[in-house]
């Protein structure tokens, strides 16, 4: 099962690695990371989308919260929450024809055409992976020069909240 | 009061109450010894090699419950310190070791003696810290104590760059008495529901078994598990790692289990129908077979480190909390309840452990010509009155002690159960006698493990440690040798020691004295002799039998009840069923 797993820990040199290690040391699944400071600059926020049985995930968030430096953890995928991923996609656009449907397909999707050259149109979108997954599909593998994408952030729906 | 960043870090060990830094020099630390020099309250021992630092203080940590301190310098004496560093980890012991680091403008630059002592330690550690200004030291090295010595203890490492120990700033040092730490808050006290649920099911069992380990020394649990189990009369096993934590004179004790425990206590826990595991953390030379671990039993788990409970094996009923608290509070309410437990299912129960233990699993050929290894641990045993502090080495040697060496009391039995380290020993036992220097302190090793620290008898002659080497000369890598004549057929593939020293002339050379034993009957007149000379470190070089085996034994992947006993074993007693 695919789980996001949403920490906060101390914004110190180290911290970051000593996640990564948790994770290659124990051969756990690691899809995507992200981390940056929060409001309160001492901590950071790390987003972890992992993928595993019941007792593996168990044990990683059991030794997730081992570490010195996690302050708290939830398991957003427990209740219901939010998913956003940001994609930076840059396209192939020659002509007038491609231009049109690309801006169609960006306005279907909700996306924002930031920079534009007289041959490519850059895109910023957001949404869950599926949604990015589906406007990778729709503009076709063809038309693709570079995509960035930012992994998963997450946040749980409704009063629950992850704070100190 | 105004310091420098190296008196900060000695006034600091001093104000912790630190009585002994195991270390050894170079340029990253040479501010730090030099303020060591100008004062005489922490003790400086000089081992011989870094590594031989970390197993002494870890061996004065695991007899005292008191942190142990190391000090090295940067590169190569932070590597050198890595293996002590890892066996502690493993076994949870705390310590603090300071490694020197390469000044702060070159760090990152690849400079003369500069590793990343932080990152290579960072899989091995409970935590590590790299102190990049003196204002941070003192409070860091709080904090080191502190996540070494709590919760569920282990070694961190505090990597100090030259420059923040200089001697010729200073700013203000006040000793810090606490520490919190806001994302570091051990769970020590059991959930009260949680006890009661465990204590339920305790009071149902028919057959029930205790397994128990170290964690039951960490937390100088000994006295409160032992009433706990007297008051249940419940059989008892421990790990390699909990022997001592309940005596093993009591009849109550079934002995260790596990790959080389007791054929009784192994068919006791493959029938159990509640098993309480009490600070054990159910490692695969315990469980065998996963699949096959207790069949039959609903489990209790107390651990202090939820990452423990539920790892290896599910349990029923997991307790997280320090096995002190636990284990009193579980009492309590056991006598709380107007409930017994059930006294004719538990006299079936120890009939049926009994005629196990009828198997006299552990006996071994008394009439041979050549020296038993397990005859020389039992005459241990009577010579040092089962009151010594016996170290071990990593092999066959270590587990014939396990066998044949009843600790009736914790912290007397030390030895590396989780990295399994060939070396740890000998400096051990350097530190177990500095901590107690009237005990009885005794290492039993192997030919081939005591050359991996050999070099510590110059650090034993150096301070005047006069412990008592065992070594059971087998002339062979024996745990190695065994594998291969079991499942190897018998192809020795190096691990036959060709050009052994001669260890009698080797302990004279470092100013000791040496004793060779060949016969059997020389065995306990030699034993009687060596810890007699009080003041000497004797090194006794015992030629054993070259092809004993350690019985009993469960392979590799096997279960619990498909041990195998020594050829030579009674056979089963009448109205024994053979077991599934
Ligand atoms: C050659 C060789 C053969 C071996 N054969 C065997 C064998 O036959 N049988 C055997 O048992 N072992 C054997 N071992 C040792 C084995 O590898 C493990 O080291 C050992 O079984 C672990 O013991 P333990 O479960 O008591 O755990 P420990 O490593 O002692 O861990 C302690 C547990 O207690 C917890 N704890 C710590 N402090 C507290 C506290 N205050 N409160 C609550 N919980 C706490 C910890 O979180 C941890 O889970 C062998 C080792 C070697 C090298
Ligand atoms: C540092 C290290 N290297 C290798 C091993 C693997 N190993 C385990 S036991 C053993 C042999 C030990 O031989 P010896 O010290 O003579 O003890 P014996 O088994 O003969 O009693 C070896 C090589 C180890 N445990 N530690
Ligand atoms: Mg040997």
Same mark, same amino acid.
């Given at each position: 099962?695919?789980?996001?797993?949403?920490?906060?820990?101390?914004?110190?040199?180290?911290?970051?690695?000593?996640?990564?290690?948790?994770?290659?040391?124990?051969?756990?699944?690691?899809?995507?990371?992200?981390?940056?400071?929060?409001?309160?600059?001492?901590?950071?926020?790390?987003?972890?989308?992992?993928?595993?049985?019941?007792?593996?995930?168990?044990?990683?968030?059991?030794?997730?919260?081992?570490?010195?430096?996690?302050?708290?953890?939830?398991?957003?995928?427990?209740?219901?929450?939010?998913?956003?991923?940001?994609?930076?996609?840059?396209?192939?656009?020659?002509?007038?024809?491609?231009?049109?449907?690309?801006?169609?397909?960006?306005?279907?999707?909700?996306?924002?055409?930031?920079?534009?050259?007289?041959?490519?149109?850059?895109?910023?979108?957001?949404?869950?992976?599926?949604?990015?997954?589906?406007?990778?599909?729709?503009?076709?593998?063809?038309?693709?020069?570079?995509?960035?994408?930012?992994?998963?952030?997450?946040?749980?729906?409704?009063?629950?909240?992850?704070?100190? | 009061?105004?310091?420098?960043?190296?008196?900060?870090?000695?006034?600091?060990?001093?104000?912790?109450?630190?009585?002994?830094?195991?270390?050894?020099?170079?340029?990253?630390?040479?501010?730090?010894?030099?303020?060591?020099?100008?004062?005489?309250?922490?003790?400086?021992?000089?081992?011989?090699?870094?590594?031989?630092?970390?197993?002494?203080?870890?061996?004065?940590?695991?007899?005292?419950?008191?942190?142990?301190?190391?000090?090295?310098?940067?590169?190569?004496?932070?590597?050198?310190?890595?293996?002590?560093?890892?066996?502690?980890?493993?076994?949870?012991?705390?310590?603090?070791?300071?490694?020197?680091?390469?000044?702060?403008?070159?760090?990152?630059?690849?400079?003369?003696?500069?590793?990343?002592?932080?990152?290579?330690?960072?899989?091995?550690?409970?935590?590590?810290?790299?102190?990049?200004?003196r204002e941070d030291l003192a409070l860091t090295l709080k904090k080191a104590f502190y996540i070494a010595t709590s919760g569920r203890p282990g070694p961190v490492v505090v990597d100090i760059p030259k420059d923040v120990t200089d001697p010729n700033v200073r700013i203000p040092y006040e000793y810090p008495r606490e520490v919190k730490i806001r994302s570091y808050n051990p769970v020590v006290k059991g959930h009260p529901g949680q006890i009661k649920k465990a204590v339920d099911?305790?009071?149902?069992?028919?057959?029930?078994?205790i397994y128990a380990g170290g964690g039951v020394i960490l937390s100088e649990a000994s006295a409160e598990f032992t009433e706990f189990a007297r008051a249940l009369g419940y059989p008892v096993t421990l790990t390699l790692m909990g022997l001592g934590a309940y005596p093993a004179t009591d009849r109550q004790f079934v002995g260790m289990l596990g790959m080389h425990g007791t054929y009784e206590a192994n068919m006791a826990m493959h029938e159990c129908d509640v098993l309480i595991?009490?600070?054990?953390?159910?490692?695969?030379?315990?469980?065998?077979?996963?699949?096959?671990?207790?069949?039959?039993?609903?489990?209790?788990?107390?651990?202090?480190?939820?990452?423990?409970?539920?790892?290896?094996?599910?349990?029923?009923?997991?307790?997280?909390?320090?096995?002190?608290?636990?284990?009193?509070?579980?009492?309590?309410?056991?006598?709380?309840?107007?409930?017994?437990?059930?006294?004719?299912?538990?006299?079936?129960?120890?009939?049926?452990?009994?005629?196990?233990?009828?198997?006299?699993?552990?006996?071994?050929?008394?009439?041979?010509?050549?020296?038993?290894?397990?005859?020389?641990?039992?005459?241990?045993?009577?010579?040092?009155?089962?009151?010594?502090?016996?170290?071990?080495?990593?092999?066959?040697?270590?587990?014939?002690?396990?066998?044949?060496?009843?600790?009736?009391?914790?912290?007397?039995?030390?030895?590396?159960? #989780?990295?399994?380290?060939?070396? %740890? !020993? &000998?400096?051990?036992? $350097?530190?177990?006698?500095?901590?107690?220097? /009237?005990? +009885?302190?005794?290492?039993?090793?192997?030919?081939?493990?005591?050359?991996?620290?050999?070099?510590?008898?110059?650090?034993?002659?150096?301070?005047?440690?006069?412990?008592?080497?065992?070594?059971?000369?087998?002339?062979?890598?024996?745990?190695?040798?065994?594998?291969?004549?079991?499942?190897?057929?018998?192809?020795?593939?190096?691990?036959?020691?060709?050009?052994?020293?001669?260890?009698?002339?080797?302990?004279?050379?470092?100013?000791?004295?040496?004793?060779?034993?060949?016969?059997?009957?020389?065995?306990? #007149?030699?034993?009687?002799?060596? %810890? !007699? &000379?009080?003041?000497? $470190?004797?090194?006794?070089?015992?030629?054993? /039998?070259? +092809?004993?085996?350690?019985?009993?034994?469960?392979?590799?992947?096997?279960?619990?009840?498909?041990?195998?006993?020594?050829?030579?074993?009674?056979?089963?007693?009448?109205?024994?069923?053979?077991?599934?």
């Amino acid at each position: 099962m695919r789980h996001i797993i949403s920490l906060l820990m101390e914004n110190e040199a180290g911290a970051l690695s000593r996640v990564a290690g948790l994770f290659s040391a124990r051969g756990y699944n690691i899809e995507s990371l992200t981390v940056a400071p929060t409001e309160d600059p001492s901590l950071s926020r790390m987003t972890l989308v992992t993928t595993g049985s019941e007792e593996i995930i168990e044990q990683i968030t059991k030794q997730l919260n081992k570490l010195i430096d996690v302050v708290k953890l939830v398991d957003l995928t427990e209740g219901a929450h939010i998913e956003r991923e940001l994609m930076l996609i840059k396209l192939r656009a020659p002509d007038a024809e491609r231009r049109a449907e690309i801006k169609r397909l960006a306005d279907i999707f909700r996306g924002r055409i930031i920079d534009v050259t007289d041959s490519t149109y850059t895109i910023e979108l957001t949404g869950d992976g599926d949604k990015l997954d589906a406007f990778i599909g729709a503009v076709g593998e063809g038309a693709i020069i570079e995509t960035v994408r930012t992994g998963a952030s997450g946040i749980a729906r409704g009063t629950r909240s992850l704070h100190l | 009061m105004e310091l420098s960043g190296a008196e900060i870090v000695v006034q600091f060990l001093k104000d912790e109450g630190v009585e002994y830094v195991f270390g050894y020099p170079g340029g990253a630390v040479l501010h730090i010894y030099d303020a060591l020099f100008q004062q005489d309250d922490v003790r400086h021992i000089l081992v011989r090699h870094e590594q031989g630092a970390t197993h002494a203080a870890d061996g004065y940590a695991r007899a005292t419950g008191k942190p142990g301190v190391v000090l090295v310098t940067s590169g190569p004496g932070a590597t050198n310190a890595v293996t002590g560093i890892a066996t502690a980890y493993m076994d949870s012991i705390p310590l603090v070791v300071l490694t020197g680091q390469v000044p702060t403008p070159f760090i990152g630059s690849d400079a003369f003696q500069e590793v990343d002592a932080v990152g290579i330690t960072r899989p091995c550690v409970k935590h590590n810290f790299l102190v990049k200004r003196r204002e941070d030291l003192a409070l860091t090295l709080k904090k080191a104590f502190y996540i070494a010595t709590s919760g569920r203890p282990g070694p961190v490492v505090v990597d100090i760059p030259k420059d923040v120990t200089d001697p010729n700033v200073r700013i203000p040092y006040e000793y810090p008495r606490e520490v919190k730490i806001r994302s570091y808050n051990p769970v020590v006290k059991g959930h009260p529901g949680q006890i009661k649920k465990a204590v339920d099911l305790i009071l149902q069992a028919r057959r029930p078994m205790i397994y128990a380990g170290g964690g039951v020394i960490l937390s100088e649990a000994s006295a409160e598990f032992t009433e706990f189990a007297r008051a249940l009369g419940y059989p008892v096993t421990l790990t390699l790692m909990g022997l001592g934590a309940y005596p093993a004179t009591d009849r109550q004790f079934v002995g260790m289990l596990g790959m080389h425990g007791t054929y009784e206590a192994n068919m006791a826990m493959h029938e159990c129908d509640v098993l309480i595991a009490i600070g054990a953390r159910f490692d695969d030379r315990v469980t065998g077979k996963v699949a096959e671990f207790c069949p039959h039993a609903r489990i209790v788990h107390v651990d202090i480190d939820p990452a423990s409970i539920a790892k290896n094996v599910k349990v029923d009923v997991p307790i997280v909390g320090d096995v002190k608290n636990v284990l009193a509070d579980m009492t309590r309410e056991l006598r709380a309840r107007k409930q017994q437990p059930d006294g004719e299912a538990l006299k079936q129960w120890w009939a049926r452990i009994d005629e196990w233990r009828g198997r006299n699993c552990l006996q071994y050929d008394r009439h041979s010509k050549l020296i038993k290894p397990q005859f020389v641990i039992e005459k241990l045993y009577e010579v040092t009155g089962g009151d010594a502090y016996i170290t071990s080495d990593v092999g066959q040697h270590q587990m014939w002690t396990a066998q044949f060496y009843k600790f009736d009391q914790p912290r007397r039995w030390i030895n590396s159960g #989780g990295l399994g380290t060939m070396g %740890f !020993g &000998m400096p051990a036992a $350097l530190g177990v006698k500095l901590a107690h220097p /009237d005990a +009885t302190v005794a290492c039993v090793t192997g030919e081939a493990s005591i050359q991996m620290c050999i070099q510590e008898l110059s650090t034993a002659m150096q301070y005047m440690l006069p412990i008592k080497i065992v070594n059971l000369n087998n002339r062979y890598m024996g745990m190695v040798r065994q594998w291969q004549e079991f499942f190897y057929e018998s192809r020795y593939s190096h691990s036959y020691l060709e050009a052994l020293p001669d260890f009698v002339k080797l302990a004279e050379s470092y100013g000791h004295v040496g004793l060779r034993i060949e016969k059997p009957e020389d065995v306990e #007149g030699a034993l009687r002799e060596a %810890f !007699g &000379m009080k003041d000497r $470190l004797v090194f006794l070089d015992f030629i054993t /039998d070259q +092809t004993e085996n350690v019985y009993p034994m469960i392979a590799q992947g096997k279960g619990h009840h498909e041990m195998e006993l020594a050829p030579h074993c009674t056979a089963p007693q009448s109205g024994e069923r053979e077991l599934a």
